[in-house]
């Protein structure tokens, strides 16, 4: 899945990745065999830092994401996305949170099934039938839901899932009952680097797999991430959250997936058939997500209009002088409306300072600290004195 993006600037961020993970992504992204890739370890960290890649390639265009939301694994995406969760640490805890289910699926086998044409009430209640190891793991879409448990106690609920009135039942390629509780295991070991990871302030909504609601506290996320391990993923829930947090416009939503496959954008559509919704997985579907976006009308007055704000004769933007992970100063208070003299130090990128080459009031930090950003990338927004 790697292949296309080989040479593309973005790939650095596999580079980078591999270094922090101590592991050869590369090699997972280009030459792996699909037994490899199954393995669980190996799938996350492969999936997560292949959606990383994206979401640089897609920054680099100057599109952001004004809300996300992440499936499973992808919630890291979503936490990095937002610049809640810094580059290293992301690697770090998916590295580990991969370590820790493929210890659990390894003690306690189990297997994934979707079930298709039937509510998950129905998918329910086939699992209480089956009266045996078996639970509901994913809830993807009005009319797909994934079951999770005991390879016979699956193969019980799935038949009489077909009974009750579903259309059709397909195993899940993945090396373990995730989102159920045969990953309790894996919990003690994930709550372990989640207290030794800082979670940020983020500025836009991030919805949860575990309760579909929006969360913006740091404070939730170590609560959340591991209870995220033994609870159902809520997708079809989370897409209709993300969907009505603007009531009315609907029809101008963009869903834009990043990461391997179009999955998710079936599942959108299947949920609210009035959105539009674009999968990104090649260096191909950048073009196509340019003219989406340009093409929306509501979109493209936000992009104008927040542009404009920078444009302004009193407003100064300081840039990223490299590329690489961004940490604030320390010893200086970057709060808003701090006063900043030329030649501030406002924090450096992997080594290199960023020092303000303007005098004025601090308006806002336009980079997360551990985010990591390109040369020439915007850091901080000042009102020139």
Not at 102 to 126: E, F, K, L, R, Y
Not at 354 to 370: E, M
Not at 375 to 380: K, R, V
Request: proline fraction near 4%.
């Amino acid at each position: 899945m790697g292949r296309r993006w080989i040479d593309h600037p973005s790939w650095e961020i596999v580079e980078d990745a591999s270094v922090a993970a101590d592991r050869d992504i590369g090699h997972l992204l280009l030459d792996a065999s699909l037994e490899e890739l199954t393995e669980t370890r190996n799938a996350q960290l492969a999936t997560f830092t292949f959606s990383l890649l994206i979401l640089d390639a897609v920054e680099r265009l100057g599109i952001e994401p004004t809300r996300v939301a992440g499936h499973s694994v992808g919630e890291y995406t979503a936490l990095a996305a937002s610049g809640a969760l810094g580059f290293e640490d992301s690697i770090r805890v998916v590295s580990e949170r991969g370590e820790a289910m493929q210890a659990a699926a390894d003690a306690q086998p189990g297997v994934m099934s979707v079930v298709v044409g039937c509510d998950s009430d129905t998918v329910d209640v086939a699992c209480r039938l089956a009266d045996g190891e078996v639970w509901l793991a994913n809830f993807n879409s009005a009319e797909e839901t994934v079951i999770a448990g005991e390879s016979a106690s699956v193969e019980r609920a799935a038949s009489i899932a077909l009974d009750l009135g579903a259309r059709k039942v397909t195993p899940v390629a993945v090396g373990g009952a995730f989102h159920t509780p045969f990953m309790a295991p894996a919990r003690n070991r994930l709550r372990k680097i989640l207290s030794t990871t800082t979670f940020h302030d983020v500025d836009i909504p991030v919805v949860a797999n575990v309760d579909a609601r929006i969360h913006s506290s740091p404070d939730d996320w170590q609560l959340l991430l591991s209870a995220q391990l033994c609870s159902p993923i809520r997708w079809r829930q989370s897409i209709m959250r993300l969907g009505g947090l603007d009531p009315g416009v609907d029809s101008e939503h963009l869903f834009v997936e990043l990461g391997p496959g179009d999955a998710l954008c079936t599942m959108v559509r299947h949920t609210l058939p009035s959105v539009s919704a674009l999968a990104v997985s090649e260096p191909a579907d950048l073009d196509r997500l340019v003219d989406a976006v340009s093409g929306n009308s509501a979109l493209h007055e936000y992009a104008v209009g927040h542009q404009g704000e920078l444009l302004y004769v009193s407003e100064r933007i300081v840039i990223s002088p490299a590329a690489g992970v961004f940490e604030p100063a320390e010893n200086v208070d970057l709060a808003a409306g701090t006063s900043i003299e030329v030649g501030t130090l406002l924090g450096t990128v992997s080594g290199t300072e960023v020092r303000s080459q303007f005098a004025g009031q601090l308006k806002g930090h336009l980079a997360h600290p551990g985010e990591r950003v390109q040369t020439g990338q915007p850091i901080a927004w000042l009102h020139a004195s």
